[in-house]
């Protein structure tokens, strides 16, 4: 049997689904750019009423909002959260739905060991995220060629796009190692949000008061528009923490997974 191929049939649908979702965010929001460009000005000053903490909060920014990457950074700020849902969804289904579902005895009586298992899986788990974010890239950069009022910068606007599956593949991780750690969990959906918009509130609460040591605890700040925006590049510090994040996470899910006992009944 093989379990990578069989990972993929099993979660074609979620795929779509997500990979949907994303696109028509992606797809409503740049339809309302034109609009927001035209009237720039007045735009600016609704925006301006608005406290600064609030602004933060949202990933607004002023100078350059009325941009089509300003304002890609702007509503990206959810495509992330979206994203960071579908990938926690994954990594935390991956496991346990073979233990909820009573399946974990099957596949572990088959001549493959843990480890081959795991691997397929996690195989399949960044097959589906880069999937789901080749087609969100290509229809974004569709749309933006055809609002664009005038030219932009391809890299920026690729970079800013790639920071959603380098999130996807934190939360991801995450799933993997929670899924790894409890025996048995009843419902992955529940387990999931709160974790995701547990750490999405870290973030907005964090831009709100300008509390820099929040960037440490979250995610979803491991990447600055703001940053990349001015630098074209992402910030090698927490470039490096992801990646150790996620190293770590699969790291010590895998440990788990090959020691713990699994019971199906």
């Known amino acids: 049997m093989n379990m990578f191929l069989h990972e993929l049939r099993e979660n074609r649908r979620p795929m779509i689904i997500w990979t949907f979702s994303l696109v028509a965010v992606t797809v409503l929001f740049f339809s ?12 600016i000053k609704v925006l301006q009423n608005y406290p600064e903490g609030v602004l933060k909060a949202l990933g607004v920014q002023i100078n350059s909002i009325t941009s089509l990457l300003g304002f890609y950074c702007y509503f990206f700020l959810y495509i992330m959260l979206c994203g960071a849902i579908q990938a926690m969804n994954l990594g935390t289904g991956i496991l346990s739905k073979e233990v909820s579902g009573k399946t974990a005895e099957f596949i572990l009586t088959k001549p493959v060991t843990r480890v081959r298992i795991m691997i397929s899986k996690l195989f399949a788990v960044l097959a589906i995220l880069v999937i789901t974010n080749l087609v969100f890239v ?7 060629k055809a609002v664009a009022v005038e030219d932009f910068d391809v890299r920026t606007f690729f970079l800013i796009s790639a920071a959603n599956l380098f999130v996807q593949l934190i939360f991801a991780a995450l799933g993997f190692f929670v899924s790894a750690l ?9 387990v999931s949000l709160g974790t995701v918009f547990a750490f999405f509130i870290i973030s907005m609460f964090g831009s ?5 040591a929040s960037r440490y605890f979250t995610p979803f700040k491991y990447v600055d528009m703001s940053y990349i925006m001015k630098h074209s590049a992402y910030e090698p510090l927490y470039l490096d923490m992801g990646a150790a994040l996620i190293a770590v996470a699969v790291g010590a899910g895998c440990l788990l997974f090959v020691k713990k006992d699994i019971h199906t009944v």
């Open 32 to 43: 309302m750019y034109p609009s927001i460009e035209k009237d720039g000005d007045q735009f």
């Open 138 to 144: 290509a229809v974004s950069y569709m749309m933006a």
């Open 182 to 190: 409890f025996t048995k969990i009843r419902s992955v959906l529940p």
């Open 208 to 212: 709100a008061i300008g509390d820099e």
